[in-house]
């Protein structure tokens, strides 16, 4: 009897890890991406202070420093990609998609057109 219910508790445990892993679901791999530059307006080259950094799928917001110089840490899902949005008053705000970040190597120039 006592061998019986040994047994039997091993199976139920057995069963129960087996279910417990058929349920869970992969985990997306995700890693952290640093991203910096300068951003400045396309005709004067003056650097632009407080210009709105947006990552669309990150849900991250970060702001220009007074020289026009930015950097955002991402948490970023690799098979899935992103869009980081500039934005100011005044500029026509760019878009930047993943692909086009992972081409440019080093820190960003970003030029925008006054409207």
Do not use: H, W
Not at 25 to 32: A, E
Not at 54 to 70: A, I, T
Request: hydrophobic content about 40%.
């Amino acid at each position: 009897m006592k061998c019986f219910i040994t047994y039997f508790t091993i199976v139920f445990f057995m069963i129960l890890s087996v279910s417990v892993k058929a349920g869970e679901l992969p985990k997306p791999s995700v890693k952290t991406v640093m991203i910096s530059g300068k951003i400045q307006d396309a005709k004067s080259n003056e650097l632009l202070a407080g210009v709105k950094i947006e990552c669309e799928n990150c849900q991250k917001v970060v702001y220009s420093d007074l020289s026009g110089r930015f950097f955002i840490y991402l948490q970023v899902n690799t098979q899935q990609d992103f869009k980081i949005e500039f934005s100011q008053v005044g500029y026509s705000s760019k878009t930047i998609d993943s692909k086009a970040l992972s081409v440019s190597a080093g820190n960003l120039e970003i030029n925008l057109d006054a409207e």
